[in-house]
Nanobody, 118 residues
Framework: QVQLVESGGGLVQPGGSLRLSCAASGFTFSVYVMAWYRQAPGKQRELVATITGGFSTNYADSTKGRFTISRDNAKNTVYLQMNSLKPEDTAVYYC????????????WGQGTQVTVSS
């Protein structure tokens, strides 16, 4: 069965960095678009970044230039490097797989909490 397991969240000061990981299993990872979303308290879940199997990336305007999505198809893992973190980046971050051939998210991880605070 499809499984997505996030890790790497935590508490960080403003201006700091974190790297999130999402270990995938149960499907042919390399052919799927993968994405990171986040949900802050009282807000809707929003897209952070996507990456195709061919390593093309796309970012939300709020994270462009600060966050980097990447993947290692040999390790079935997608990453989110987050730099210059701001308090407004505080949220639960979710890893997701997009359905083929051109669909939206179909499987989600359990989420990992990121808190940016001094």
């Amino acid at each position: 069965q499809v499984q997505l397991v996030e890790s790497g969240g935590g508490l960080v000061q403003p201006g700091g960095s974190l790297r999130l990981s999402c270990a995938a299993s149960g499907f042919t990872f390399s052919v799927y678009v993968m994405a990171w979303y986040r949900q802050a308290p009282g807000k809707q879940r929003e897209l952070v970044a996507t990456i195709t199997g061919g390593f093309s990336t796309n970012y939300a305007d709020s994270t462009k230039g600060r966050f980097t999505i990447s993947r290692d198809n040999a390790k079935n893992t997608v990453y989110l490097q987050m730099n210059s973190l701001k308090p407004e980046d505080t949220a639960v971050y979710y890893c997701t797989r997009y359905r083929l051939p051109h669909g939206g998210p179909d499987y989600w991880g359990q989420g990992t909490q990121v808190t940016v605070s001094s």
